[in-house]
């Protein structure tokens, strides 16, 4: 009987430090390993495994301008403070800096957030340029690229037009563009998701909402600085939502549109609460120490590497706090 007792005690502590190493392993577990390749179901992005994800990122800034910041440990650092999604912003006009060398520095990009098991988002950063068709030649040869080359791994995103805006509307000029180009990506990457742009700015999601793409595992960018879109642009998002649309907020943050001026830490406060509510994703515009509002490193601080919570701006130690939650 005392045997058997003893055999029982050993064989309760093997499973319970077996438990002990799965919620060690777990914990440790990187974004990646522990969603795998995300997908769109309904309104919102889930994992391999159809569990609700909530993509928490930051976003570089142009990476003509800001180019040493795509490292290996200034990811790390943001991935510390609960990170788990990097946007690459390409802009796409040769004016605001586009040009066919950054490719390499878009692929390193991608090498180390997908080292460190984080999601990545490949940003055609259409801004002064306006209308994605404007230089959508150069968009169907950029994705297709990167279709070809990152197709097969599991933490690829395509964001095809970052911000249409001026004299541009979803059916005559985002929509059309989006389907040639989703086409054209498909050819390569059946699987991954592609975030579409919409129209104002990424902001009227809700004239999406009635009349979305056919296309599988697509969600529509959603953009908002606080201090500039209150409860007009949280009304539209509510009625996008309840339409059914999935969004993901591919660029924020808490100050003014211009990315400079004041924070609206209440305004910012209830944008929070309505993507958690809603298990919308968000990605921080932006990772350098460019002397604005939204850059979320500190102007004064030098290091493009092991950056921790004290070299963020005011803006940057707000929305860590978000991260983590």
């Known amino acids: 009987m005392k045997k058997r007792t003893f055999f029982l005690c050993m064989l309760m502590s093997l499973f319970v430090v077996g438990l002990g190493f799965s919620a060690i392993r777990s914990e440790a577990a990187t974004p990646v390993e522990k969603w795998g390749r995300l ?43 609960g990170v788990n999604t990097i946007r690459l912003a390409l802009y796409s006009d040769p004016g605001a800096g586009y040009s066919k060398s950054l490719y390499q520095k878009v692929d390193e990009g991608i090498r180390y957030a997908t080292e460190l098991g984080m999601y990545v988002i490949l940003d055609w950063h259409i801004l002064n340029d306006g209308n994605p068709k ?103 998002v509510r009625k996008a939502y309840e339409a059914g649309l999935p969004m993901l907020v591919s660029e924020f943050s808490i100050c003014d549109a211009s990315g400079n001026g004041g924070i609206d830490k209440k305004s910012a406060t209830k944008w929070m609460n309505l993507l958690k ?31 921790t919570k004290s070299n963020l701006s005011k803006s940057g130690k707000w929305i860590a706090k978000w991260w983590k939650k």
């Open 134 to 236: 404007t230089h959508q030649k150069e968009a169907l040869k950029f994705f297709t690229r990167y279709a070809k080359k990152y197709g097969k791994q599991k933490n690829i995103l395509y964001e095809i037009c970052n911000e249409p805006n001026g004299d541009v509307t979803w059916k005559r000029d985002i929509k059309p563009y989006a389907n040639k180009v989703i086409t054209r990506i498909r050819k390569y990457d059946k699987k991954n998701i592609v975030v579409v742009g919409t129209p104002t700015w990424s902001q009227d999601v809700d004239i999406v909402a009635g009349s979305p793409l056919k296309q599988k595992n697509v969600v529509y960018a959603l953009h908002f600085y606080a201090a500039t879109h209150t409860d007009f642009l949280r009304d539209k």
């Open 277 to 307: 509510k809603y298990k919308i994703g968000y990605v921080a515009w932006n990772i350098s120490n460019k002397n604005e509002t939204s850059a979320l490193i500190k102007a004064s601080c030098q290091k493009t590497g092991s950056i």
């Open 39 to 81: 997908k769109v179901s309904g309104r919102n992005i889930v994992s391999e495994n159809g569990k609700k994800v909530q993509l928490k990122g930051a976003s570089t800034h142009g990476i003509a301008w800001f180019p040493q910041y795509v490292n290996k440990s200034c990811f790390q650092s943001f991935k510390k403070m």
